[in-house]
């Protein structure tokens, strides 16, 4: 799929003459609330069960008017729907990007060649809830014939991030019985802290997920585990104790885990979007199928969303476009985002790889550089701890730094029981409304320590409480976000050439590191030459 550099469109010149005309003219929030009453009308939109509304940001009518047109110019529309058509969107590697296909519903068909790869996508997903009712119910037991009561996820990146999120922000629902614990890390301290607080061989039972099935990180801790495992119940019983969510059967099969508990995941599904496919083996273990079910209707609703209102009233068309807005015409580098819920703590860990491993691009589909800054720095943390952390840069910064603000209108269903938690709950609502306020408005003052400057943008993300359909809705959201910006810079939102060639370097390395190694048989740089030598004379001195 060929691209051009949008830079040089007409379209884009007008929105940076536009810009600079707002700057220079000191636009000011407080001023663009004043002179249009119909602003929150106009940009608080829904998506699904999401109010998300976007009037705090420094766009007139005019703006959003540009922004529309250069998506248009930039074939945006057409790009979403060549990804939902499951045409090889994916150039550099030769594939679709059909995660969408694995939340389609019944009665949907998505054809992929001569393929509906809907039909394989509802049998995987029968196999899953099978095995995941027979761990729940004690029927799949362990090798000596004792039920799963631990469940150990192994992945990493996009096998473990959205995972682990999604895992985080379902407590209130996951099923009893079972517990579900995550590793990604190669650092044996990560493996070593899940198994040595009281796991029981005989009772747990480890998920291996990942695509290639040749994930460096992911396979040595698997070896650790299966190794684990073999000490206390004997090798031939490891076999009972492992399942794995991959693209490479054989492979999975080789390692020793029997075929009927390998679930596919397929090449045309991302790892960083694929909390909806077999991949999530170990979340419907937590929820049970048929929350995991309410969570993948939630993120059908806003992909339905995304293919059937028009831009004007596209909740992640207009989201993007505001982040192009701030990235290209305002030189705004990074985004801050703060969920007001203790239970979405690891939501920005996930947004990071998916909107940073997206769109971390140079080149456009056709080759050729791109001719502007694409992708943002993500980062935040929860509120209201932010507030005694970071938010003092961001209302009285020299940076500017746009923020999403997440907040849900009734408190997570299990804490019900606590007799303040309605008071505290809307405590944390109330705090979430005011930092959005205070960062768009400011505060004049005589003191100039005490003045708050405002003209902050901010995205208020609101929904009625965090349930599985919920959560859906905003990986959804977010998720298409990063396509409408991808799809305006003409780049491949798709491929990670750069996480890929650092294995392969890592994979380089490691044989030179190993112990009674010449170092012979591999060159390096002067620098990474360098830090083996230390490195080997370091390991001699402690022994």
């Known amino acids: 799929m060929a691209s051009t550099d949008i830079t040089a469109a007409a379209e884009w010149t007008a929105l940076a003459r536009h810009a600079r005309e707002l700057q ?18 106009r940009l608080a939109l829904t998506a699904g069960d999401l ?55 019944p009665g949907a068909s998505v054809v992929v060649g001569d393929v509906d790869v809907t039909t394989a996508v509802s049998a995987e997903l029968n196999r899953m809830a099978g095995f995941a009712r027979a761990v729940l119910s004690g029927e799949r037991r362990g090798a000596t014939g004792r039920p799963i009561r631990t469940v150990v996820n192994l992945g990493i990146g996009g096998s473990y991030l ?18 579900c614990r995550f590793v990604s890390n190669v650092d044996p301290a990560d493996l070593a802290t899940v198994l040595d607080d009281g796991l029981d061989p005989a009772e747990t039972l480890f998920v291996v997920v990942s695509k290639s099935f040749g994930t460096p990180e992911t396979l040595a801790n698997a070896r650790a585990a299966r190794a684990w495992l073999s000490a206390a ?154 507030q005694h952390s970071f938010h003092q840069f961001l209302h009285q910064g020299t940076t500017v730094v746009p923020a999403d603000f997440i907040v849900f209108a009734r408190p997570d269903v299990d804490t019900a029981h606590l007799p303040e938690a309605g008071r505290q709950h809307e405590s944390l609502v109330a705090n979430c409304f005011a930092q959005a306020a205070a960062l768009a408005f400011g505060m004049p003052s005589d003191d100039p320590h005490r003045e708050l400057p405002g003209n902050r943008p901010s995205t208020v993300i609101m929904a009625p409480e965090l349930t599985p359909s919920v959560l859906g809705q905003l990986v959804a959201l977010y998720e298409h976000e990063v396509l409408v910006q991808g799809a305006l810079w003409g780049i491949n939102s798709f491929d990670q050439f750069g996480v890929e060639h650092g294995k392969t370097l890592a994979d380089a390395i490691t044989g030179d590191l190993s112990e009674g190694s010449s170092r012979s048989a591999s060159e390096h740089d002067p620098a990474t030459e360098s830090l083996i030598a230390h490195y080997h004379r370091l390991r001699a001195t402690n022994d």
């Not at 003219?25 to 609330?33: A, C, I, K, S």
Request: glycine content about 12%; charged content about 20%; hydrophobic content about 45%.
């Open 24 to 41: 220079a003219g000191g636009v000011h929030l407080r001023e663009l609330f004043s002179v249009d009453p119909g602003r929150v009308g």
């Open 51 to 105: 109010v998300i509304d976007c009037s705090r940001h420094l766009v007139t009518a005019e703006t959003v008017e540009l922004l529309l047109a250069l998506a248009d110019r930039a074939g945006v529309s057409e790009r979403i729907a060549a990804t939902m058509a499951g045409d090889p969107v994916n150039a550099t590697e030769g594939r679709p990007a059909l995660h969408t296909a694995l939340r389609a519903g």
């Open 162 to 179: 959205g995972l682990a999120m999604a895992h985080e922000a379902l407590a209130a629902f996951r099923r009893p019985g079972v517990e």
């Open 233 to 386: 119940l004997g090798p031939d019983a490891a076999d009972h104790h492992f399942a794995a969510a991959t693209a490479n059967a054989a492979a999975a099969t080789e390692f020793g885990v029997r075929a009927g508990d390998v679930f596919r995941v397929w090449d045309w599904v991302g790892g960083r979007y694929s909390l909806g496919s077999a991949a999530g083996l170990s979340l419907m273990l937590a929820i049970g199928e048929e929350r995991f079910g309410e969570m993948l209707a939630g993120m059908r609703a806003v992909d339905e969303h995304l293919v059937q209102q028009p831009p004007v009233a596209n909740a992640p068309v207009l989201m993007g476009l505001l982040g192009v807005w701030y990235r290209n015409f305002w030189g705004l580098q990074s985004r801050a985002v703060v969920p007001y819920s203790h239970r979405l703590r690891s939501f920005g860990s996930w947004l990071q790889q998916v909107v940073m491993e997206s769109n971390g691009k140079r080149v456009r589909l056709d080759g050729n550089p791109v001719g502007c800054d694409t992708g943002e720095v993500v980062w935040g943390g929860t509120g209201t701890d932010s």
